[in-house]
């Protein structure tokens, strides 16, 4: 087996996700019909919290990895349709009950629907997303896939409640905020690749590579997001640069520059992270000690690695124009810090 170009190579040509929308396009517009029906409810703060986030935009990109995933295999079913849309309908879920329970007041650059609903709607109809993603989910008919996306929704709920636990603890070691992230957020990239090839009847060591390779990707995804949050723009986040700090976020890039600063610079994290007290001039004060640490590079190089192994997780596989895309996806993922 041929090892994978090292990303550091490739993300300089492969920055967008053009490929993987264009291969999709026809899928996802079936997908997106999906999406406006089965928002529809009797009750009329359920569409209208719901396509509120819906409609704002985002990539749609988790939906699209389990489309390319089945086409891959040329799946000329239509049970990718619905397992694309349960993964996004998962996806906005889980994004209303985090802006609740990280008090955010922006999403994708609008604010957020507790801004607008308040808490108890954005929680009600997050939950109304799940049930039906589930729905979704049963009328597939495949218990394999439903088992997937299902334990998947477990394992993002332990990771809240992971993250929760470590809330404000600058004792938060790497090892276990790469755990939060793996259950937070990578998870569900691994179950929204696998399921693709489990409904198109793909062998095991097919959907293995998948599930590594959504793994792997989403965890270079939420490194590269922790490291815009001190350097990026507003733009590329959709909310206000700086607002991990504000929220008192445990981070890759705090947990470095607190195990390597000095204590005067550790006095500096405690009071903005542990004791919320966050000044005007904090954030850049807290730009400065990352970088005088390394700790965006060493994110970077963490995002990277994770990057590489996705593509290689791919590597076992036939070549397609699938494969290329769902390649391309990692170098677009760690070109958004530039």
């Known amino acids: 087996m041929a090892l994978a170009q090292p990303v550091a190579e490739r993300a300089a040509d492969d920055t967008g996700i053009d490929d993987l929308v264009r291969l999709t396009a026809a899928d996802m517009?079936?997908?997106?019909?999906?999406?406006?029906?089965?928002?529809?409810?009797?009750?009329?703060?359920?569409?209208?919290?719901?396509?509120?986030?819906?409609?704002?935009g985002g990539k749609r990109l988790r939906p699209m990895l389990t489309l390319a995933s089945a086409a891959h295999f040329d799946y000329p079913?239509?049970?990718?349709?619905?397992?694309?849309?349960?993964v996004e309908f998962m996806h906005t879920a889980t994004l209303l009950h985090d802006d609740v329970v990280d008090e955010s007041d922006l999403r994708r650059g609008k604010p957020a629907a507790r801004m607008v609903w308040g808490n108890q709607a954005s929680v009600l109809v997050g939950d109304f997303l799940l049930g039906?993603?589930?729905?979704?989910?049963?009328?597939?008919?495949?218990?394999?896939?439903?088992?997937?996306?299902?334990?998947?929704?477990?394992?993002?709920?332990?990771?809240?409640v992971m993250q929760l636990d470590a809330a404000k603890d600058l004792k938060t070691d790497e090892a276990t905020y790469l755990a939060v992230v793996r259950a937070k957020t990578a998870v569900l990239f691994a179950a929204a690749a696998e399921v693709?090839?489990?409904?198109?009847?793909?062998?095991?060591a097919e959907r293995a590579a998948f599930s590594a390779y959504g793994l792997n990707l989403g965890l270079a995804f939420q490194l590269v997001?922790?490291?815009?949050?001190?350097?990026?723009?507003?733009?590329?986040?959709?909310?206000?640069?700086g607002?991990?700090?504000?929220?008192?976020?445990?981070?890759?890039?705090?947990?470095?520059?607190y195990a390597a600063g000095s204590p005067d610079e550790r006095a500096f994290w405690r009071r903005c992270i542990e004791e919320g007290d966050v000044q005007d001039a904090d954030l850049a004060t807290?730009?400065?000690?990352?970088?005088?640490?390394?700790?965006?590079?060493a994110t970077l190089e963490r995002a990277r690695g994770f990057g590489t192994a996705a593509i290689e997780a791919l590597d076992g596989l036939a070549p397609s124009p699938f494969r290329r895309a769902l390649t391309d996806v990692v170098g677009f993922t760690l070109s958004r810090t530039h």
Not at 227 to 235: E, F
Not at 286 to 297: D, K, P, Q, S, V
Request: charge should be negative; glycine fraction near 10%; avoid cysteine.
């Open 286 to 297: 807290a730009i400065e000690h990352l970088a005088r640490h390394g700790a965006i590079t």
């Open 225 to 241: 997001d922790d490291a815009l949050d001190y350097g990026g723009s507003s733009q590329k986040l959709g909310k206000r640069v």
């Open 77 to 86: 079913g239509e049970g990718h349709i619905k397992l694309a849309a349960s």
């Open 196 to 204: 693709g090839p489990v409904v198109a009847g793909a062998g095991a």
């Open 243 to 257: 607002d991990d700090l504000r929220e008192g976020k445990i981070t890759l890039p705090v947990i470095l520059a």
């Open 132 to 160: 039906q993603a589930f729905k979704m989910m049963v009328e597939v008919g495949s218990l394999v896939a439903l088992d997937i996306l299902s334990s998947a929704a477990a394992v993002i709920a332990e990771g809240e």
């Open 29 to 56: 517009a079936r997908v997106n019909a999906m999406i406006l029906s089965r928002t529809g409810s009797d009750v009329q703060m359920i569409p209208e919290v719901a396509n509120h986030l819906i409609s704002s």
